[in-house]
């Protein structure tokens, strides 16, 4: 899941993609990253009609060559599912046929 630069800033760590990084080394698995993240769009506390008004244009594909068919999504908190979708709709943009998500927390349940 993509991080906005100013929440990488603020946390001075990208949680997701450190876990990601053992995962891929475990697994024999590239890293690619081709969706970015807009700043100033903070997801916490809002509803899911809120989130998924808000998503509008908050992933943006920083690359036009689609690496990989097959994508997982790795994300370390679902509340929605808003962000996911929005990711799922910019890699499907993109090229990627098969999109998968693994979520280490469902914070609905």
């Given at each position: 899941?993509p991080?906005?630069?100013?929440?990488l800033?603020?946390r001075?760590?990208?949680?997701?993609y450190?876990?990601?990084q053992?995962?891929?080394k475990?697994?024999?698995v590239?890293?690619?990253?081709?969706?970015?993240r807009?700043d100033?769009?903070?997801q916490?506390?809002?509803?899911?009609?809120?989130?998924l008004?808000?998503?509008?244009e908050?992933?943006?594909a920083?690359?036009q060559?689609?690496?990989?068919?097959?994508?997982?999504?790795?994300?370390?908190v679902?509340t929605?599912?808003?962000?996911?979708?929005?990711?799922?709709?910019?890699?499907h943009?993109?090229g990627c046929?098969?999109?998968h998500a693994?979520?280490?927390?469902d914070?609905?349940h």
């Amino acid at each position: 899941m993509p991080i906005a630069t100013e929440r990488l800033i603020q946390r001075g760590f990208h949680q997701t993609y450190t876990l990601a990084q053992h995962l891929a080394k475990a697994w024999h698995v590239p890293i690619w990253q081709p969706i970015s993240r807009l700043d100033g769009h903070s997801q916490r506390g809002l509803g899911r009609d809120e989130r998924l008004h808000n998503l509008n244009e908050l992933f943006y594909a920083n690359t036009q060559v689609c690496r990989y068919k097959h994508v997982l999504i790795l994300d370390d908190v679902m509340t929605t599912g808003a962000s996911l979708a929005a990711l799922k709709t910019q890699l499907h943009l993109l090229g990627c046929t098969h999109i998968h998500a693994l979520c280490l927390c469902d914070a609905a349940h």
